[in-house]
């Protein structure tokens, strides 16, 4: 089901070129990357699939910071890392993306942390676009586990 914008809160434009071996840039200029193959190790590019996952982590740190406010939390430490997989699949297009998000919250258990993490799945613009498109899961850690 497509759901229309009522209103329109942020306007942006991206411009390719060269496609996985070329460049994008937006028409502020904030951004200007070269890009390369994710499977070419070319220094100073990035791949579209990291552009993917820089954009959700971000996206969805910021909609898990809403929802624990309303329960009265402050997840502004939140960790989010968001593994974007690129792979085949049986569709007509052989191509597809999966989507992993691990969260971790300082002071928070794994279990006490999930709900928030599915009300913030609700509520992210970046995880509305992909349901139901394309597999992605959620995995809530302790807040006291490293490296996440």
């Known amino acids: 089901m497509t759901v229309p914008l009522t209103t329109t809160l942020y306007r ?10 070329g460049s ?3 028409d502020d200029g904030r951004l200007d990357v070269r890009l390369a193959p994710p499977r070419k190790k070319v220094p100073g590019t990035t791949n579209p699939e990291q552009l993917f996952a820089a954009g959700f982590a971000a996206c969805f ?3 898990l910071a809403e929802v624990a406010a309303d329960f009265g939390a402050d997840a502004s430490a939140a960790q989010v890392a968001c593994e974007v997989r690129l792979g085949t699949t049986d569709t ?8 992993s998000l691990t969260v971790s919250l300082p002071g928070w258990a794994a279990d006490d942390l ?5 009300r913030a799945d609700a509520v ?3 995880s509305q676009a ?3 498109n ?10 006291t586990t490293p490296g996440v």
């Open 114 to 118: 999930l709900p928030l993490l599915r």
């Open 92 to 99: 007509p297009a052989g191509y597809g993306l999966a989507v």
């Open 124 to 126: 992210c613009p970046y």
């Open 130 to 132: 992909v349901h139901g």
């Open 24 to 26: 994008v840039v937006t």
């Open 12 to 21: 942006t434009t991206a411009h390719a070129s060269g496609g996985r071996t």
């Open 61 to 63: 740190t910021s909609a």
């Open 134 to 143: 394309i597999e992605l899961t959620l995995h809530a850690v302790d807040g």
